[in-house]
């Protein structure tokens, strides 16, 4: 019983995928004093901080996988790889895309290891297309979506013991709403955006 919680805190992550074999799931978002996480147009760049991006750099050093949806991937083209800090090995990056509409020019691609997770709505021809860097996942759909319960189980079966969910607000609350995340971190930049 020496030190209990701080052991259980600290190796919930391992606890978790061994007994469930589905990863532990963070999900992250920065956000304005007021509550948004884009400007009106959809920008969403550097809303945080450098302090805050050099945290969720070492965020994804720690994950085995970073995840973000589609919208964010055609508004910030982000890399989502680990940067400016050691990292044993870059994390897979997963990109949710139901029908398989992310342009091959999108950055994420330039990932060693890349997963999207689609449905049966992607075009059986463009997944056949997809370079040898990337992993299709077909998956069942949930109101015309992939499935967050069934990736996490795929997921799982790779190895993947904790994911870094980087979405927007729509991801992000999906997770959420399921009650498939086990933590939420939340930067909040010292800012009004305002708006709707």
């Avoid at 805050?52 to 970073?66: C, F, G, I, P």
């Avoid at 990109?95 to 990932?111: K, W």
């Avoid at 499935?147 to 729509?170: C, F, I, P, T």
Wanted: proline share 6%; hydrophobic share 45%; with cysteine.
């Amino acid at each position: 019983g020496v030190l209990e919680a701080e052991a259980r805190h600290l190796t919930a992550p391992f606890a978790k995928y061994i007994t469930t074999r589905m990863p532990w799931v963070v999900a992250k978002i920065a956000q304005s004093l007021d509550g948004k996480i884009a400007t009106r147009t959809g920008e969403s760049r550097w809303i945080s901080s450098p302090e805050s991006r050099l945290e969720t750099h070492k965020l994804r050093a720690e994950a085995d996988a970073v995840l973000a949806g589609r919208g964010t991937v055609l508004a910030d083209d982000p890399r989502l790889n680990a940067r400016g800090v050691k990292v044993r090995r870059q994390p897979w990056v997963v990109v949710l895309d139901s029908s398989l509409r992310v342009p091959r020019r999108a950055r994420v691609f330039q990932n060693e290891r890349v997963i999207i997770a689609t449905t049966r709505k992607a075009p059986a021809a463009a997944v056949k297309k997809l370079p040898p860097n990337v992993t299709a996942l077909v998956l069942p759909s949930e109101k015309g979506r992939v499935s967050l319960k069934a990736l996490l189980k795929e997921l799982g079966k790779l190895g993947v013991a904790q994911v870094l969910v980087e979405g927007g607000g729509r991801t992000a609350g999906s997770f959420i709403s399921q009650g498939l995340a086990d933590r939420f971190l939340c930067f909040v930049a010292p800012l009004l955006i305002g708006g709707s």
